[in-house]
């Protein structure tokens, strides 16, 4: 694992996986260490994410870490300021701008590190976190468990009967699970990508 920055260099770092498989928990770690080794480090969140604190990462353990709340990804831009490395989590809230902001902020030389969830409820790819992995140097996917059969969970299954993509929520709202366990909403299917015939592919 990476604990610093080298003089000059940037990069963008991705925690990804499932709802409950310790996301936040693993960014807070990484800026914890920025901050032990005297690095500068601002820490940012959507404000729409305002479960248990509306100034504070807080994972589902309730460990917990001050951050600025912003609405739009240039805000963080414009408050990062002097920080050598950056935090952002829930990451796929923000619309694909938050991909160039993150790119830009690498390229001035400061570590960039992002946590999301990379698939939604549907298990579709969430963007803009499938942009973030393509450009990222680092990725590290997490995983929980499952509730219905113990095994590493790595879908997030909606409890509860509401069809919006975006639906802020806890273990109340959601549950982990496995490939095998997870069950599809109706009216989804199991495709990613529309079939195409032979006629309809590129010679």
């Not at 770690?29 to 305002?50: G, H, S, Y």
């Not at 059969?149 to 009967?161: K, L």
């Amino acid at each position: 694992m990476i604990y610093g920055t080298p003089q000059g260099t940037g990069w963008i770092e991705v925690i990804c996986g499932s709802m409950f498989s310790g996301k936040t928990e693993e960014l807070i770690r990484r800026l914890r260490r920025a901050q032990i080794a005297r690095q500068r480090v601002a820490i940012f969140k959507p404000v729409v994410d305002d479960r248990y604190a509306a100034d504070k990462l807080v994972t589902h353990d309730r460990i917990s870490m001050p951050s600025i709340p912003v609405r739009h990804p240039r805000e963080v831009l414009e408050k990062a300021r002097d920080a050598q490395v950056l935090g952002i989590d829930e990451v796929q809230f923000f619309d694909r701008s938050v991909v160039d902001v993150c790119q830009q902020l690498a390229q001035e030389g400061k570590r960039v590190i992002v946590a999301g969830l990379d698939t939604d409820y549907r298990a579709r790819p969430f963007e803009p976190v499938p942009d973030l992995l393509a450009v990222a140097e680092y990725v590290t996917k997490t995983h929980a468990v499952c509730v219905v059969c113990g095994n590493p969970a790595c879908r997030t299954q909606r409890v509860v009967r509401r069809g919006e993509r975006i639906l802020v929520g806890g273990s109340d709202t959601y549950e982990p699970r496995c490939r095998r366990c997870y069950e599809a909403p109706e009216g989804v299917s199991g495709d990613l990508f529309p079939a195409q015939s032979e006629e309809s592919l590129p010679e």
